[in-house]
């Protein structure tokens, strides 16, 4: 039994439509990013948590620096919601708490991309989350894990 010549060409176009299908079934994804110099693998959503909280993580004998990007509302909401799991207020009463318990330094944040991408860029061991669009502009900036994709 031989094959069609146009069956290879119809297999071909009918996986690309239903791939293209694919991505636009999600949105927006809020992603961990970090500067390229960093090769971290993904960490655990509970270590995603813990430091962004102010808790030390190590990787390859770092320690992990959490930087919050406050540049954008949504994306910030977004964080606090689906990766941190408290309130606005509740975040930042926990920060607080835990910096009079231990005396250490709270869990930085940025205003703007640009001193958030700058920031990125100055040291491997921070990390931070930001829109995936926002990411792929920047090629001196890569995405460790997806946090939290929306779904149309």
Known sequence: MSLPQHLPTKLIM??????????TAFGKQLVLVSSTAANYE???????????LGFPIK????LLTAIRNKSDEESYQVFL???????????ERRLMSKTFRTGTTSVSSIATLPALTNKLLSNKSNLS?????DVEVNHNLK???????EEK
Not at 59 to 62: A, D, E, G, L, Y
Not at 129 to 133: A, H, L, Q
């Open 143 to 149: 995405v460790v894990q997806v946090l939290w994709v």
């Open 59 to 62: 990787r390859k004998n770092t």
């Open 129 to 133: 989350v930001m829109w995936r669009k």
């Open 42 to 52: 993904p960490l655990s959503s509970f270590e995603v948590r813990k430091i962004f």
């Open 81 to 91: 919601q689906k990766v941190i799991h408290l309130s606005a207020k509740n975040y």
């Open 14 to 23: 009918t996986l690309l439509v239903s791939l293209s299908l694919s991505f």
